[in-house]
C-alpha cells in the first residue's frame, strides 16, 4: 500500500512539474488561466445550474490540459531537430488547433448558457 501511494506522490510531483515548465514558458497558458479565472467568477454569479457550471468550468480546465499537451508536443518536435521540416510544422500547428479548437468547444457552451438565460 505504501509503495502505491508513493506512485501517487511521484505522478503528483511530475505532473506538477510540467505545468510548472508550461506556466514558466507559455505565455499563452497564462491568457488561458486569466480567461479561466474570470469566467470562472461568471460562472458562480450567473443563475445557471450546477449541472451547466459544471461543464463550463470542466471546459476552462481542459483547454488547460489541451494547451499543456500543445507544449509537450512542440518539445518534443524541437528535441528531434531545429531545421524546417513538413512534419515538424504540421505537428506543431494540429496541436495548436487543438488549442484553438477546445476554446471555441468551451466559447459554443458559454454561448448556449448564457442564451437559455435569456
Not at 42 to 49: D, Y
Not at 64 to 69: P, R
Request: glycine fraction near 10%.
Amino acid at each position: 500500500m505504501w509503495n502505491q501511494l508513493k506512485r501517487v506522490q511521484q505522478r503528483a510531483i511530475w505532473s506538477w512539474n510540467g505545468f510548472a515548465h508550461v506556466w514558466q514558458t507559455e505565455g499563452s497558458l497564462r491568457q488561458w488561466i486569466v480567461l479561466n479565472v474570470v469566467f470562472g467568477v461568471l460562472a458562480f454569479v450567473l443563475p445557471i445550474s450546477a449541472g451547466e457550471r459544471g461543464m463550463l468550468l470542466m471546459g476552462g480546465i481542459m483547454v488547460l490540459g489541451v494547451e499543456c499537451m500543445n507544449t509537450a508536443i512542440e518539445r518534443v518536435v524541437d528535441d528531434i531537430g531545429t531545421d524546417q521540416r513538413d512534419a515538424a510544422k504540421y505537428a506543431k500547428d494540429t496541436a495548436s488547433a487543438a488549442v484553438a479548437l477546445t476554446g471555441i468547444a468551451v466559447g459554443v457552451a458559454w454561448v448556449c448558457v448564457l442564451i437559455g438565460l435569456l
